[in-house]
């Protein structure tokens, strides 16, 4: 579990930045909170196939809180670092293929590579290329994962 520190800051950010960024419109879900999902497939185009939908959902992970600088015998005075994954799953319909997600994907790991925000600097992206359905059959997801420390 992060911070509360460190997850509203984080949430802040993708929330200020996220649709400014996103190639296309893609709803965020985030934890215990209800979300309305988009229909797999619409609005429809006249003379065209309807182009697929998608929508997130954002995992903030805290992984450790440690004592990062010399002890000087107060944990109150002592530095102390706490690190975490900020994890985004972007789901398309299925039979989609799998261009939609790397493009939402990228564009969030674009939107975070490098950035600071109020002492949490993000680090590492990975990005997992396997695949898997959600538990309605309907849509196909991808993940990142991205390394932050707040110090």
């Given at each position: 579990m992060a911070t509360i520190q460190a997850f509203n800051a984080i949430r802040a950010f993708i929330e200020a930045g996220w649709p400014d960024v996103a190639p296309q419109d893609c709803p965020l879900e985030w934890d215990n909170e209800p979300i309305k999902l988009p229909q797999p497939y619409g609005p429809?185009?006249?003379?065209?196939?309807p182009?697929?939908?998608?929508?997130?959902?954002?995992l903030i992970d805290g992984d450790l809180w440690e004592q990062a600088g010399i002890g000087t015998g107060s944990p109150d005075t002592d530095r102390w670092?706490?690190?975490g994954s900020l994890m985004l799953f972007v789901f398309a319909p299925v039979n989609s293929g799998s261009r939609l997600n790397r493009e939402?994907?990228?564009?969030?790991?674009?939107?975070?590579?490098?950035?600071?925000?109020?002492g949490i600097e993000?680090?590492?992206?990975?990005?997992?290329p396997i695949g898997a359905k959600d538990d309605t059959g309907s849509w196909w997801s991808m993940?990142?994962?991205?390394?932050?420390?707040?110090?």
């Open positions: 429809a185009v006249p003379g065209a196939d182009p697929p939908n998608a929508w997130g959902r954002v670092e706490e690190t939402l994907l990228t564009a969030f790991a674009e939107m975070c590579r490098g950035q600071d925000i109020g993000f680090q590492d992206i990975r990005f997992d993940h990142i994962v991205i390394d932050w420390k707040r110090g």
